[in-house]
């Protein structure tokens, strides 16, 4: 699909979309960057990239598709670097998790003859780092695009394709809807997990030891999401701080509300809210965005 493939970052994403743009024959050629020396040495024995460039405007010459695959914070910086060495009629991309922000902070430092779709694949663990990745990281999961007005139809249709390619499913969203969403479905929860996990922490009347030996699933599952990049999280309460807070107000309405419940004993009301809130979870199964098998704690598969 494209001669030459820039990721700007090798973290899970960028490895993921590297391994799977090979697996399927995307690119004649993928380059790579990422300021670690070390990811960099180890990208290049892992095949992720044909060759590792030592800045981001060597990276970007020459490329087709390019695809910021940092933390969201560093794309300002990275993009007015980039901006001036960006093939004409070329793609950039990003894979961030929030787009109000990514756009106000990148799209000005776009050329006109260069095509800024924001990108962000539904698809991760919580890994990181280059050895991280899987060629079957986006098999099955959603990729929501939320291109600019002006943008060439045949351009969005492009990326789309290549999405696909990688297995996502796509779906055009408005960012300020796209940065609502998701701060229900992903922001939220990871803030209410690593609050869970710092609560458990804090609590000194059980010991750490305890906290970790005797762990069932539900806590099992916060301190997989708040081993998440903690880099890459910050960013992302920081860059959408709006929808973030806003959703957790609603959060802490509700959570009043039980407290009142439980406190009053009012277990019918319980139940009708256990009941109501449990068809969400079949919901995401007949989505087949997760199966009905238990496997507490993941163990046969650490990707999943």
């Known amino acids: 699909m494209f001669e030459q493939i820039t990721l700007i970052g090798i973290g899970l994403i960028g490895s993921s979309i590297s391994l799977a743009a090979q697996k399927k024959g995307l690119a004649r050629t993928i380059v790579g960057h990422t300021k670690s020396k070390e990811s960099t040495k180890l990208a290049l024995e892992l095949g992720l990239a044909d060759k590792m460039a030592p800045t981001t405007e060597e990276a970007v010459k020459g490329a087709d598709l390019v695809i910021l695959c940092t933390p969201v914070g560093a794309f300002e910086a990275i993009a007015k670097q980039i901006g001036p060495h960006l093939k004409p009629n070329s793609t950039i991309t990003d894979v961030g998790s929030v787009k109000g922000y990514v756009i106000e902070k990148v799209a000005k430092y776009i050329p006109d003859d260069v095509h800024f779709i924001p ?25 929501l695009m939320t291109p600019l007005d002006e943008t060439d139809p045949a351009k969005i249709s492009e990326l789309g394709d290549f999405w696909q390619a990688l297995g996502s499913k796509v779906e055009i969203m408005d960012p300020d809807h796209h940065d609502t969403v998701l701060a229900v479905t992903s922001h939220v929860p990871h803030l209410i997990a690593y609050t869970m996990v710092g609560t458990a922490d804090h609590l000194h009347r059980i010991r750490n030891s305890e906290v970790i030996q005797y762990s069932a699933a539900g806590f099992r599952d916060f301190t997989r999401i708040a081993a998440s990049d903690p880099t890459m999280w910050r960013d992302v309460f920081l860059t959408n701080r709006e929808s973030t807070l806003d959703i957790l107000g609603r959060f802490t309405e509700e959570l009043f509300a039980l407290q009142r419940l439980i406190r009053t004993g009012n277990g019918q009301e319980l139940f009708d809210y256990f009941q109501r809130t449990r068809s969400i979870r079949q919901g995401i199964i007949e989505a087949g965005q997760d199966t009905a098998s238990p496997d507490f704690g993941r163990a046969k598969n650490t990707k999943n």
């Open 119 to 143: 990108s962000h694949p539904l698809a991760g663990t919580e890994l990181s780092g280059p050895a991280s990745g899987f060629a079957e990281l986006f098999e099955n999961r959603w990729c």
